[in-house]
């Protein structure tokens, strides 16, 4: 089952050799798989879930993609679910999903930093071999497939903002490669818990009401007034991307803790491209090993299934 939502793998340009000027989302994911003849071999169904730039992903896309993605996982004729997404945002759907369904099944996350239409488009090479991966069916959970390497949801970051390699694992936690349509992994595949990890209805609720978790960064200078304008316009989680392993400026940490005092829920990630933000007593809760962005759904996750605590 293949699910299309958007992105520069759907995307056109009117001039081959243009590699950045294009229109994301423009081609449907029925025009995907046909360009790809290894593909007409294969057993596939597809949908159009969205078509969008995932700069502009929402939670009402996330809505409807983890409810279509939960119904085509219960279909026992289907193998596993590849989603085809725009890089920008790909980790953070990636994650989302994985958090919500914990699918007992593949389900393939991929894209392009090309569009269909350049010289060299890497998406038909990264659709084929989510293809493969999800096909096999054996390796049970949220994958990213890109550029020939498999990364979990939970650790895959985009890196690079132009190289067509632009994803990569915190700590180097390449999982697997596809090569030639063969997945070879690096240790054994995980055997991730399946299902149901989160109610389903929770999600169900009007996107507008979702709780507010939004995010603000340690840096030289930090002094608080950011988070203060947040708690004035109204917010009821905050991800600190502190510095190092999770510092913070006294005044920024002093905001924050004032924040915590008003009943919004606060953890603290780094803004480091690798490791954990340590735990301690004394500090802000940590968000672990977790990226910013990550850290903000899980904190979202949160206070959706536990209101009582915002
Ligand atoms: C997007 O994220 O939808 C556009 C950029 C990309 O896919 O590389």
């Known amino acids: 089952m293949i699910l299309g939502t958007g992105g520069t793998i759907a995307g056109t340009a009117s001039d081959a050799s243009d590699n950045v000027g294009y229109q994301a989302a423009q081609l449907g994911v029925g025009q995907l798989i046909a360009a790809i003849p290894p593909l007409a071999q294969r057993r596939l169904e597809a949908e159009q879930v969205a078509q969008l730039d995932s700069k502009d992903m929402d939670f009402t896309t996330w809505q409807l993609l983890a409810e279509r993605v939960a119904f085509h996982l219960e279909r026992p004729e289907v193998a596993g679910l590849v989603i085809t997404h725009g890089t920008d945002t790909l980790e953070e759907t990636a994650y989302f999903l994985q958090r919500v369904l914990a ?14 239409t350049a010289l060299q488009t890497d998406g038909p090479q990264n659709l084929l071999d989510a293809v493969t991966l999800a096909a096999a069916g054996s390796a049970p959970g949220v994958f990213v497939v890109f550029a020939g390497s498999i990364y979990s949801a939970e650790q895959v970051r985009k890196v690079h903002s132009y190289r067509v390699d632009a994803f990569a694992s915190a700590d180097g936690a390449r999982l697997a490669v596809v090569e ?16 149901p990890a989160f109610d389903l209805a929770l999600l169900r609720r009007s996107a507008l009401t979702w709780p507010r978790v939004q995010m603000v960064f340690n840096h030289v200078g930090a002094d608080g007034s950011v988070v ?3 708690l004035a316009h109204g917010v009821d989680g905050l ?9 913070l400026s006294q005044s920024l940490e002093a905001a924050l803790r004032e924040a915590q005092a008003q009943g919004v829920r606060v953890l603290r990630s780094t803004r480091c491209d690798a490791g954990p933000v340590t735990a301690s007593n004394e500090a802000l809760p940590s968000a672990g090993a977790l990226s910013p962005v990550k850290a903000r759904i899980a904190l979202l996750l949160d206070l959706l299934s536990n209101p009582a605590q915002r």
Do not use: H
């Not at 030639?180 to 299902?195: H, I, L, M, T, Y």
């Open 103 to 116: 699918p007992g099944k593949p389900v393939v996350i991929t894209a392009a930093m090309r569009p269909a």
């Open 180 to 195: 030639e349509g063969v997945v070879r992994w690096f240790a054994a595949r995980p055997q991730r818990d399946a299902g």
């Open 228 to 230: 203060r304008a947040l």
């Open 239 to 247: 991800v600190v991307a502190g510095t190092g392993n999770g510092s």
